[in-house]
């Protein structure tokens, strides 16, 4: 995986999963896909998917350098993802059938990165 630079100029082209919520370049996630998500998502090499699945509109940034001994990784629910940097709020709605396969057959509960549902709900 390279590096998490954005050159000047890029920062247009941002775009966080919905699912996991790492910030990346359109490009990069057309090219490489999603690191945490790409099992079930299939974001490598679909601009369809890319669209569906992740968002342009988000808040804040998180940067983790070793995200299994953050204590804001495990607050934000990233510990277990790769390091890299992560959106705090994600705004979107991923479609129905990405939570179907997600749920049923994966066996990943989501919980939407937009601060609408918690782990309690």
Not at 12 to 19: P, Y
Not at 64 to 71: E, F, N, R
């Amino acid at each position: 995986m390279t590096e998490n630079f954005v050159p000047p100029g890029q920062q247009r082209n941002l775009r966080a999963c919905m699912v996991c919520s790492i910030v990346m370049t359109q490009n990069r996630f057309l090219k490489e896909g999603c690191p945490n998500c790409e099992e079930f998502l299939h974001l490598e090499g679909s601009m369809d998917a890319i669209i569906d699945c992740t968002s342009q509109v988000f808040e804040g940034l998180i940067a983790l350098a070793d995200p299994s001994k953050s204590w804001v990784a495990k607050w934000q629910r990233l510990d277990g993802y790769v390091k890299g940097v992560y959106a705090t709020k994600v705004s979107g709605q991923l479609p129905d059938e990405v939570v179907a396969v997600m749920e049923d057959e994966v066996r990943i509960k989501y919980i939407p990165r937009d601060g609408s549902a918690t782990e309690a709900d």
